[in-house]
């Protein structure tokens, strides 16, 4: 099994304002890597700080999406799939953060682990914090790399369970 996990932290409510995001690879049912990197989002406004901590100080001088891509690009090389909790929202920020830099989108399918955490466990509610808390995985949530990190051990978590499709 070879996926990466992937947590986007926006500026804003528009799709394309990713101002960070964490990675996490995953290789034959171990975490072998991992990679944060600030975004530099469209947008100076910032709506969101409250909840990651992130202020257009934080990335004014990081590179922009169009930037950063290459190297997260490389980072996916050879994942099955891409993990997010709400997966819808991390597709849906990296499918507008591509449209808007004119990048094409990855051919790589999502899962989303809030979906998993409910089939797996019959966990209510599925916020990553309470999926955390039930499986004893330790989060900073709202910081990409942490939430990203907690997310590919959840997949961990269920390939061990029920032995998912993910093997």
């Not at 101002?19 to 171990?30: M, N």
């Not at 975004?39 to 930037?67: M, Y």
Request: hydrophobic share 45%; aromatic share 12%; proline share 7%.
């Amino acid at each position: 099994m070879q996926f990466v996990s992937i947590d986007f932290e926006t500026a804003n409510s528009s799709r394309d304002s990713a101002c960070a995001v964490g990675l996490v690879k995953v290789f034959r049912s171990r975490i072998i890597d991992s990679v944060a990197y600030f975004i530099r989002p469209p947008s100076k406004l910032f709506r969101f700080t409250s909840i990651h901590g992130i202020a257009w100080g934080d990335v004014a001088n990081c590179g922009d999406f169009q930037e950063q891509w290459p190297k997260m690009r490389s980072f996916m090389v050879g994942a099955e799939f891409l993990a997010a909790h709400n997966a819808p929202f991390d597709r849906g920020v990296l499918y507008a953060c591509c449209s808007t830099f004119g990048i094409p989108r990855p051919l790589v399918e999502f899962i989303d682990t809030v979906t998993l955490a409910r089939k797996t466990w019959n966990i209510y509610p599925t916020r990553l914090p309470d999926v955390c808390h039930t499986l004893g995985i330790p989060l900073n949530h709202h910081e990409p790399l942490s939430d990203a990190l907690a997310c590919a051990r959840i997949v961990l978590a269920a390939n061990r369970k029920q032995r998912c499709p993910f093997t």
